[in-house]
């Protein structure tokens, strides 16, 4: 790293310990929030932010790796000073990232996952692209990733910049492609009895199942399946039982609450 990269990445460390722990000095972190803010306007912030999440171990303190994530992701959905200049470098160093920090800080792989689905999203084939090199990463990874990527069909993205209805439909297309191939994953995982090697524990583990089943059946992952056959689906059972845990039972009322939306002539109970 050349003298000048360091000095950048010096000033931001400065500049995000200012901001988020600078409570007594109201001025100091008005300063670094311009500070921040400017830089996240600038080509810089690409290479920066990327040099950040491939640091070497041991890792920066996480505060500073979640703004260098969070900083990719707006500039990959509002590019203000121009675009990455090496989509595919940018690819790699996110989903090395996202494998590095599978085990968290959770809202750090989070960001780290919001950053891919954004450039999924506005890339030609990129979504097949992403399947296709998901199957590398450690399983709380994929969770995490197939959790957020359904996000880019059903929140507002009023704030997104450069994805136009067609992009939109082309990537709801790509992803729903893979819908089958989601379910299958994620009954594994549900059938699993205990904690995998990646060491989550098997509550939280079973939380995140459903989290992501909740994204997937936002966007109709069971759109062309008969009532008949997912009512007797088991990740259907998977998400009653769930409702029996004190742990899950808010995210499985979610996820029963969507399936009784959507599919209407379906019999839970039976």
């Not at 990874?141 to 009023?158: G, Y």
Request: charged fraction near 15%; charge should be negative; glycine fraction near 4%.
């Amino acid at each position: 790293m050349d003298a000048e990269a360091s000095e950048l990445r010096a000033r931001l460390a400065a500049a995000v310990h200012a901001l988020n722990h600078g409570a007594h000095d109201p001025s100091a972190r008005l300063a670094a929030n311009q500070w921040l803010l400017g830089l996240q306007r600038s080509p810089q912030a690409w290479a920066v932010a990327t040099s950040l999440l491939a640091s070497p171990d041991p890792a920066p303190p996480a505060d500073l790796l979640f703004f260098a994530a969070q900083m990719l992701r707006r500039k990959i959905q509002c590019p203000v000073g121009g675009p990455p200049p090496q989509v595919a470098h940018l690819l790699d160093a996110l989903l090395l990232a996202a494998g590095r920090f599978c085990l968290g800080p959770p809202r750090l792989l989070t960001q780290i996952s919001l950053a891919l689905a954004a450039l999924a999203l506005r890339a030609e084939g990129g979504v097949d692209g992403l399947f296709a090199r998901m199957r590398h990463l450690p399983d709380p990874a994929v969770m995490e990733l197939l959790t957020v990527l359904p996000e880019e069909v059903v929140q507002d993205q009023s704030g997104d910049t450069g994805v136009d209805a067609a992009a939109r439909c082309r990537f709801t297309r790509e992803l729903m492609a893979h819908a089958p191939a989601v379910l299958e994953f994620l009954l594994a995982q549900s059938e699993s009895a205990a904690a995998a090697a990646d060491g989550v524990p098997l509550h939280e583990r079973n939380r995140r199942i459903l989290r992501c089943l909740l994204s997937w059946v936002r966007v109709g992952c069971f759109s062309e399946m008969p009532a008949a056959a997912l009512t007797a689906h088991p990740l259907l059972a998977f998400a009653f039982n769930s409702l029996q845990v004190s742990f899950s039972f808010d995210v499985a009322v979610e996820v029963m609450t969507e399936l009784v939306s959507q599919y209407q002539d379906i019999s839970i109970l039976n």
